[in-house]
């Protein structure tokens, strides 16, 4: 048996399972995807998974049950193999400092000016709340940017834009309205950015509660049928609920049952109690689309302090 392939299988499944226990996916005890399941996953000998899940049983992660399949650990214990997250980037970013000729000691006050985003102004563009307000919520809490959405449909009239379009900084929007916005589109000085959703968004959180039934919740049946045709590839997407906040009931959702809220859905239901085993929201834009705001932001603030 390869050892290298048993340990990247082991890193590849310890990565899945603390992340889902960081978002709320899994909670101890919670069976998770056989042997086999996993081998037909990423392809691998089942013989190879196995010896992985015993790693991980040996680091207190995952239980093996004879008989009744392999379980998170009740106590989940943190691989302190795992250099923390802050401190890879940092490492990263100080390394590359040092190679431009920056001094360790003055990066950080370099960086902190380069970042600041808090007077650029984004809008969301898109044809329903779903998508907007996600993407807004990220835009200010990931970056930082005085962020706002529209709500336009793709293919009504237009007589006057919303002052928020004409005044912002930056645009982004779907692939539906990508040509509607070409107007706004000022290159470097604004542009309008077609947001790239992580292929990955929900794919390992939601294999590994495929055992068990979990709940989406959006605000806009549209949505609601997007999000069928994402998971449509996904492996275990028909134990996958999809309802509409404020025309489906969700009183009958239990609270062990796995649950993702739309920031839309959320405010559709308002100070109702949340039904379920709430799932922390995902980032939701892919790598090329996150490259490109901090690209904007630092080249901004750049051009400042010229």
């Known amino acids: 048996m390869p050892p290298a392939r048993r340990a990247v299988i082991a890193d590849a499944l310890r990565n899945r ?9 899994l909670q101890p005890g919670h069976r998770l995807p056989s042997t086999r399941e996993v081998a037909a996953d990423v392809g691998a000998d089942p013989r190879v998974v196995a010896a992985a899940y015993r790693q991980l049983e040996r680091e207190g992660l995952v239980e093996l049950r004879p008989r009744s399949g392999v379980f998170l650990s009740m106590r989940p214990a943190q691989h302190r ?9 940092a490492a990263e970013a100080l390394t590359a400092a040092v190679l431009q000729n920056i001094p360790i000691g003055t990066a950080a006050s370099q ?4 970042s600041r985003a808090s007077d650029i102004r984004a809008v969301v563009v898109a044809s329903m709340a ?18 706002r959405g529209v709500i336009i449909d793709a293919v009504s009239r237009i007589d006057r834009w919303p002052r ?10 779907t692939a539906a ?12 000085e604004r542009p309008v950015v077609v947001a790239g959703v992580r292929q990955d968004l929900l794919t390992p959180e939601w294999r590994l509660m495929a055992s068990g039934i979990c709940h989406v919740i959006v605000a806009d049946p549209r949505f609601a049928k997007l999000v069928r045709e994402f998971l449509r590839e996904v492996p275990g997407a028909a134990s996958v609920a999809i309802r509409v906040a404020g025309r489906d009931y969700i009183g009958d959702i239990l609270p062990t049952e796995p649950t993702y809220i739309t920031e839309a859905a ?14 922390a929201p995902a980032r939701l834009l892919d790598e ?7 690209e904007f932001i630092v080249t901004r603030n750049s051009e400042r302090t010229r």
Not at 81 to 89: I, K, L
Not at 111 to 114: E, F, N, S, V, Y
């Open 17 to 25: 399972l603390q992340r889902a226990v960081e978002t709320g996916a």
């Open 81 to 89: 193999g795992d250099r923390p997250p802050a401190g890879h980037w």
């Open 111 to 114: 960086l902190r000016a380069l």
């Open 130 to 147: 779903d998508q907007v307000d996600g993407l807004v919520r990220e835009l200010q809490q990931d970056f930082g940017l005085d962020a």
């Open 164 to 173: 928020s379009l004409t005044q912002a900084d930056l645009v982004f929007t």
């Open 177 to 188: 309205h990508r040509q509607r916005l070409k107007r706004f589109d000022r290159g470097g």
């Open 266 to 279: 959320r405010q559709v239901i308002g100070r109702t109690r949340l039904p379920g085993r709430i799932i």
């Open 288 to 294: 090329d689309t996150t490259r490109a705001v901090v």
